[in-house]
């Protein structure tokens, strides 16, 4: 007879978590054990991930620390598990987000299904239409401080599935280890990387911040998409009260407002015209401000309304930098845009979203690189920098499908 395990978790889940991990891709672990390696032995590491989780015995190796460089500038931390940790942490968010999900605030779209940035970048605009102030606000290292005590009572309080809780307990308590190999303990916070992460994150968020501010500022709007958090108010005045109880608030959690990268912004456009030291904001890689607006019932006036920001468009103009364009006159203009468009639609579909005409420096800069290739390719273009521009305009307009900015009509 055979003998039963402790948990109760089914082959077909650890074998549907192993599919979402390969599909995210991903770098190796402090085991160094790419997807590719994993999958020589798939069955068998498939089924150790499986044993060892129903039995209780699944004890997760140390998260591998990377940094990477922060659009702003600087580095941040992020803790990289190894492949057959990913796939167990996916088992449990698997369990988990069904369970979770019923309980967060629909005005919450960070790293949540059928939720998107772009949700989030739509209420916001609509709300700064009909108020005046918004509160924007940074929390230092969310990840890196988020209390295990208050963590776990709240999963407690949702959860009642013993392994689950066990395993979310050990994955808080699993060491960084560093690029030395000295291993970091862990009393606190979630590695940022972790699959489990972000779904524990909007755990704690919810408690400390979402129903919070239902409870207790019922008449002001928020907007949060994982740790990237703004409120709408009616005057200056209420939105000095919000900072300051916000600020009071997080304090009581266990966090820290970023006292220089939070502030007060007013929403200016052609109905309010009071004067204000900062009339525009960031969120999730557009900028909020003033902007010039063509509309049947008003004309050309200006309104408040989210474009790509300078920090996102210094990004792409490195990437599109770091691509050689200029240098790749072995490839034909069919090669370039295999290798280049999908990322250019990418952009359109993202950055493009809400003020389309902001993205015309990307599309200059990439066609600035497109005439550099013509005159690198074509030994009769040279010396003639102008010829090799109008040779390209004359390129966009006959193969205008090769580039989404050239189908945009975008050839100079």
């Known amino acids: 007879m055979r003998s039963a395990k402790p948990n109760d978790i089914s082959k077909h889940l650890v074998w ?46 140390p998260v591998k620390a990377v940094p990477i460089p922060k ?46 940035a772009h949700d989030a970048i739509a209420v916001t605009r609509q709300r700064c239409w009909h108020y005046d102030w918004v509160v924007e606000f940074d929390i230092k290292g969310l990840f890196d401080h988020i209390d295990h005590g208050r963590l776990m009572k709240a999963l407690r309080h949702h959860c009642t599935i013993n392994w689950v809780l066990l395993y979310v ?31 524990l994150a909007n755990l704690f968020l919810h408690y400390a911040f979402d129903g919070w501010v239902r409870r207790t500022m019922p008449g002001v709007p928020f907007c ?48 309010r015209q009071e004067e204000h030291e900062a009339v525009s904001f960031d969120f999730l890689g557009f900028t909020f401000g003033p902007r010039r607006c063509v509309s049947e019932s008003h004309g ?3 309104n408040f309304l989210p474009a790509i920001s300078r920090a996102s468009m210094k990004a792409l103009n490195r990437e599109i930098r770091s691509w050689h364009v200029q240098l790749k006159n072995d490839k034909t203009l069919t090669d370039l845009s295999n290798m ?16 389309p005409s902001g993205l015309r420096r990307i599309w200059r800069n990439v066609n600035g690189y497109l005439v550099r290739w013509v005159r690198r390719k074509y030994k009769r273009f040279s010396r003639h920098k102008r010829r090799a ?10 193969n205008p499908k090769l580039f989404v900015h050239w189908e945009l009509g975008c050839f100079s």
Not at 234 to 245: H, L, T, Y
Not at 340 to 355: E, M, S, T
């Open 16 to 61: 549907e978590a192993y599919r979402s991990v390969k599909a995210n891709g991903g770098a190796s672990g402090v085991d160094k054990e790419t997807i590719e390696a994993f999958e020589v032995r798939l069955k068998d590491n498939l089924y150790r991930v499986w044993n060892r989780m129903v039995s209780g015995s699944y004890f997760p190796p």
């Open 71 to 116: 659009k702003a500038g600087g580095t941040r931390i992020l803790g990289v598990p190894t492949v057959s940790d990913r796939i167990a942490q996916t088992v449990v968010k698997k369990i988990l987000e069904p369970i979770l999900e019923p309980v967060f605030d629909p005005d919450s779209f960070g790293y949540r299904p059928g939720k998107s």
């Open 340 to 355: 280049f468009n999908a990322k250019l639609r990418g952009w359109f579909g993202y950055d493009g979203r809400f003020y």
């Open 300 to 302: 050309v006036h200006p």
């Open 224 to 271: 949060r998409y994982a740790d990237d958090e703004l409120l709408h108010c009616k005057s200056r005045r209420q939105a000095e009260w919000v900072m300051a109880q916000i600020t009071h608030r997080f304090k009581e959690c266990g966090l820290e407002i970023n006292s220089e990268k939070s502030r007060i912004v007013y929403c200016k456009d052609k109905n």
């Open 389 to 398: 521009r109008q040779y390209l305009r004359w390129l966009a307009q006959t």
């Open 169 to 199: 307990e050990r994955w808080l308590k699993a060491p960084l280890q560093q690029r030395d190999g000295e291993l970091v303990p862990r009393d606190m916070g979630t590695p940022q990387g972790g699959v489990i992460s972000p779904l």
